[in-house]
Every structure is written in C-alpha cells, then in structure tokens.
Nanobody, 123 residues
Framework: QVLLAESGGGSVQAGGSLSLSCAIS????????AGWFRQAPGKEREGVAR????????EYTDAVKGRFAISRDVAKNTLLLQMSDLKPTDTATYYC????????????????WGQGIQVTVGT
C-alpha cells in the first residue's frame, strides 16, 4: 500500500514563498509519475506540476511556470514543491499524487493521493 502525506503550506502574503513536501511510503519503486494538484473552492482539481521518474523531466501548468519548482529526493522518498511569488489565485488545497501509468494532467492517471493541505495567499 502506497501512502502519501503532505506537509508544509499555510498562509502567506502575496509575493511570498512556501514549500510543500510529500512523504511517499510503501513504494518499492519510485512512481513513474508524481505531481501536485490543487483545488480551489467551486473549481475543478487542476494539475500544477509533475515529475517523471525517467530523466526527472518536469512539467508545469502555465499559471505557475517560472514561480513553482517540483523536485524529488529519492533517498528521503519525498516529493517537493517550492512556490515563490505567490498570488491570491494560488489559494487552494494542494494534493500530491503518484502513479505508475501514463504521466499526464488527468487525475485518473494517479492511483495514490495525499489528503491535501491548505495554501492561502493574502492580498
């Protein structure tokens, strides 16, 4: 059983920075694809950033390019998301996700999910 647990997050003023961590346990092999999604009230869950196991290739949604950075620490079984220049529109519950199927923005491709953590950006 693969389990994901997010930590970090919280509240920050616009222009500030936050870091999210996701501890991945129970996986014998690092997931083919791991990423971060977010969901704001009244909106659909959207992909934010993802990283492929092969080549550590990263991809970002346009709204966060140049501001967010996803990485992984294989030795610590941890997925990271560094967020800078945060905007009020970044306010959402952030979820880490992992899977062994195709790497895409489709939530259905990710079998394992964390419980979510709140990020709030004030004006």
């Amino acid at each position: 059983q693969v389990l994901l647990a997010e930590s970090g997050g919280g509240s920050v003023q616009a222009g500030g920075s936050l870091s999210l961590s996701c501890a991945i346990s129970g996986a014998t092999v690092w997931p083919l694809c791991a990423g971060w999604f977010r969901q704001a009230p009244g909106k659909e869950r959207e992909g934010v950033a993802r990283i492929r196991r092969i080549g550590d290739l990263t991809e970002y949604t346009d709204a966060v390019k140049g501001r967010f950075a996803i990485s992984r620490d294989v030795a610590k079984n941890t997925l990271l998301l560094q967020m800078s220049d945060l905007k009020p529109t970044d306010t959402a519950t952030y979820y880490c996700a992992a899977g062994y199927d195709a790497c895409s923005w489709a939530p259905d491709n990710y079998k394992y999910w964390g419980q979510g953590i709140q990020v709030t950006v004030g004006t």
